[in-house]
């Protein structure tokens, strides 16, 4: 799977293998209705260090119909009960005419702001503000119409696959690529609200590169950071997770959002993992090169003259490492000194005879 660039303020920015992971802050409903705290968010997740600022474009229409019938009653988590689905969304939905305002402040300071449409009304909104690229989320996977749709922009997507199945990703990546999405990330997800880590089965990251032929990341609802960071030693190239100004204001995803400096130690940590990562090796780094210096080797402990048998009482395996290799002990004792050596002396190959 070969990296793909998106359009940014601050010039192409690429998302894949050898790139650095890409961190999404997800505003969701988190804004309490109020622009103000939108905007305090966008430059919250900023400040932190999120590469992308990603919202949810949809309404309460859009979505369902206003009913209160039990088949429209909300019980995924505490924070939503006593919600109809209508009502739920007619709170956690962000203004439309707040969008373009959002991202215009995100991209005055070089981070791209995109959006998870709902419907086809909203891709055509989207398309209107020149979105870099789009999400799917995971309770849409399997709206095709709507995936026709996002693909026909012919922008990178990210997916997220929480609750689907092998056949239904399959079938949702086809129609992606089918209708032009040039390239997909696909994330894997647990959808739900929050996750507990023993759910996670993270391992399913690099499975769905390689059963999928995608890059792969993590859409985490998971409490705190440890969860995504690890994700990054599995391949994930993308981590989005929910962002809140403060868990204690009550905002509706608040329950499973990092706070700012919650999200910033997220961005250092998987900077830090994604470094140390590095590529296979076997060679000394240059430190490690340094401290060879210190290893055990065959050194002189007592004064030898020219000539003299060489034996455990003369010749020691000790630190430091500027001798011959330990392993070449066998083959020096009961073998004679060509010169006259003194204690303290690294013993070298010419100082002993018949050592080939």
């Known amino acids: ?21 890409f961190v999404v802050a997800e505003l969701s409903g988190n804004h309490n209705g109020d622009l ?45 009960a006593g919600h109809t689905l209508y009502s739920l969304y007619q709170l956690a939905s962000t203004p439309w005419d707040w969008q373009p305002r959002l991202k ?8 791209p702001l995109f959006s998870s449409p709902f419907d086809a009304s909203a891709v055509d909104f989207l398309e209107g503000m020149a979105v870099p690229l789009y999400k799917v989320a995971s309770f849409e996977l399997g709206d095709l119409e709507l995936l026709r749709k996002i693909g026909s922009t012919h922008k990178p997507v990210i997916i997220s696959r929480g609750m689907a199945t092998a056949e239904e990703i399959a079938l949702a990546l086809e129609t992606l690529r089918g209708a032009g999405a040039p390239a997909i990330v696909l994330l894997h997800c647990v959808s739900a609200y929050p996750a507990a880590p023993e759910e996670m089965n993270l391992r399913t990251i690099p499975d769905l ?20 960071v690890a994700s990054v030693a599995l391949g994930a ?28 130690q997220l961005v250092e940590q998987v900077r830090e993992v994604s470094a140390a990562l590095g590529q296979p090796s076997y060679e000394p780094g240059a430190k490690e090169r340094q401290a060879r210096a210190y290893r055990r080797s065959l050194f002189v402990v007592e004064d030898i003259q020219a000539g003299e048998l060489l034996t455990p009482r003369n010749v020691r395996v000790i630190r ?37």
């Open 1 to 21: 799977m070969q990296p793909f660039a998106i359009d940014t303020p601050r010039g192409p920015r690429r998302i894949g293998p050898g790139c650095p992971v």
């Open 36 to 80: 103000a705290r939108a905007e305090a968010l966008v430059d919250a997740a900023i400040d932190a260090g999120a590469d992308a600022i990603k919202l949810q474009t949809y309404t309460a229409d859009t979505m369902t119909i206003d009913c209160d019938s039990e088949h429209f009653r909300v019980e995924l988590n505490e924070a939503w």
């Open 104 to 111: 215009a402040r995100a991209e005055a300071r070089g981070v």
């Open 209 to 228: 590169a390689q059963r999928f032929g995608v890059l792969s990341g993590l859409s985490d609802h998971t409490l705190g950071t440890s969860v995504a």
């Open 237 to 264: 190239c993308v981590i989005e997770k929910h962002f809140t100004l403060r868990r204690a204001d009550g905002d509706p995803d608040a329950s499973f959002s990092l706070e700012p400096a919650e999200l910033a």
């Open 320 to 356: 430091p490492g500027h001798g011959l290799a330990p392993a070449y002990l066998s083959a020096v004792l009961g073998q004679r000194a060509t010169v006259a050596l003194r204690r303290g002396t690294p013993l070298r190959r010419e100082h002993v005879s018949g050592l080939s």
